[in-house]
């Protein structure tokens, strides 16, 4: 990799798993040449490694898909744009931790709906019923029906 100053090559001094990230790879690098520290993280280009399922049609999972779901559940939410980014992370470990090369549609938005769960329950409620999972037996879904009415 070419140094982020003076685009002369670089040397790793130290690298490891990143904590938050399990499906990225963090790395401290030294310009040979003006002797610049920077980091990098090395992640799998999803678009290349997971593909969606929809109606005996696959198309490439992308981040800006897992984005473009989440923000429209938490757009209410001042912070959304601030926290995005980490709750896509989120997701992507969670669909990666499945093992799959190939995933249904239904698959992604469950992981999607998961991340929510943890993150706003009220946005997961939107969110199951908005993405069509809410029909969709789900003990978690109903709980957090259960919890929204008895705040009411």
């Given at each position: ?9 670089t ?36 678009d290349?490694?997971i ?8 198309k490439?999972?992308?981040r800006?898909?897992?984005?473009i ?30 093992g799959?090369?190939?995933?249904t ?11 929510l ?11 199951s ?24």
């Open positions: 990799m070419d140094c982020a100053y003076c685009k002369s090559p040397k790793v001094v130290n690298s490891r798993g990143a904590k938050r990230f399990r499906s990225s790879k963090w790395r401290r690098r030294s310009c040979t040449k003006c002797g610049a520290l920077f980091s990098t993280r090395e992640q799998p280009i999803l290349t490694v593909f969606v399922r929809s109606d005996d049609d696959f490439p999972l992308t800006a898909y897992i984005a779901e989440l923000y429209e559940a938490l757009k209410k939410r001042q912070d959304t744009v601030n926290i995005l980014d980490d709750l896509v992370d989120t997701t992507l470990n969670g669909i990666l931790a499945i799959e090369a190939d995933l549609e239904i698959e992604v938005k469950r992981q999607i709906l998961s991340t769960q943890n993150f706003d329950h009220e946005s997961a409620l939107q969110y019923i908005n993405s069509g999972l809410f029909r969709m037996p789900n003990i978690r879904t109903e709980k957090l029906l259960d919890e929204l009415s008895s705040n009411e």
